[in-house]
């Protein structure tokens, strides 16, 4: 099974922000010219993935919990127990438990979001609801198989003598 893109773009958002910390400090200190391009090229990097990401769905629970995450971490101060309750389900959905009470309410967040209820926050937290809910609410499929055992099973041991009763039984003589 592939990666879940989200998950994929999530490492790598974490990745450009740590280098664009770093070149920004480097540049901070010594004001060389390459040093500003570097800051600017990973600026550019962070918007294009933030820009995927609120086009992405992901395709797991695991990716719904990332943007669940994400959508916590940019909530108002004023709305931290929402943001607490977000953290709550996205432990949850990482887990791979998927509770329908926390469908239902990531749904009437998101609602409420669009309403204006945060702001600009609220509209930039909302498209990332309303994706790990497609993302979450998604089938989960289980493939399993039967791999036959080598040799004799160990029932047959068991009743020797009787292999072919069951063979016998199931299908009568003719009359």
Known sequence: MPIDPVVLLIEDLCSTEAA????????ARERRRTDGELVTLLL?????????????VPTSAIGAA??????AKRLPF???????H???????LAMGRRQHT????????????IDGVCGESGDAVA???????IGASRPVIVFRSVHPLNGNPPWKSV?????????????????
Request: glycine share 4%; hydrophobic share 45%.
């Open 78 to 84: 004023s709305y931290s127990r929402y943001a607490t």
């Open 66 to 71: 990332e943007l669940v995450r994400m959508a």
């Open 20 to 27: 664009l910390e770093k070149a920004a400090q480097l540049y």
């Open 44 to 56: 550019d990097r962070v918007k294009k993935i933030f820009s995927e990401l609120h086009e992405t």
């Open 159 to 175: 009743l020797p003598g009787l292999d072919g009763a069951c063979e016998a039984a199931s299908h009568p003589p003719p009359n």
């Open 86 to 92: 977000l953290h709550g389900i996205a432990d949850r």
């Open 127 to 133: 498209p990332w609801l309303s994706l790990a809910v």
């Open 102 to 113: 926390d469908l239902v309410w990531l749904r009437a967040l998101q609602a409420a979001l």
